[in-house]
Nanobody, 126 residues
Framework: QGQLAESGGGLVQAGDSLRLSCAAS????????MGWFRQAPGKEREFVAV????????AYAESVKGRFTISRDNAKKTVALQMNSLKPEDTAVYYC???????????????????WGQGTQVTVSS
């Protein structure tokens, strides 16, 4: 798969929006389920959203459902996380992750992913 590189993090106010992007290198991006996870200080890494390799299926953590949207562009080898109505509790380092899999499969546990980016910081002030 190669490498994953996140971008788009920053400091915003509660209620604002951010769009994170993850760019992948390698030739088989379209065969990878892609997920977003986050880790706040002192907490374990938690699932945020996932999209299947063919883009047909997606899933979200309850805490972000209705506010975040995951999407992918297999031609550009990118996966995005649109985050709206941000809250202070969304503050964390956000990571994208990938796992080679069948077209409609997806995974919500960090341990099921093989490839990780280095993360991008999202800070939401109240």
């Amino acid at each position: 798969q190669g490498q994953l590189a996140e971008s788009g993090g920053g400091l915003v106010q509660a209620g604002d929006s951010l769009r994170l992007s993850c760019a992948a290198s390698g030739r088989t991006f379209s065969s990878y389920a892609m997920g977003w996870f986050r880790q706040a200080p002192g907490k374990e890494r938690e699932f945020v959203a996932v999209i299947s390799s063919n883009g047909a299926r997606s899933a979200y953590a309850e805490s972000v459902k209705g506010r975040f949207t995951i999407s992918r562009d297999n031609a550009k080898k990118t996966v995005a996380l649109q985050m709206n109505s941000l809250k202070p509790e969304d503050t964390a380092v956000y990571y994208c992750a990938g796992r080679y899999t069948t077209p409609s499969a997806y995974y919500t546990t960090a341990g099921q992913y093989n490839y990780w980016g280095q993360g991008t910081q999202v800070t939401v002030s109240s």
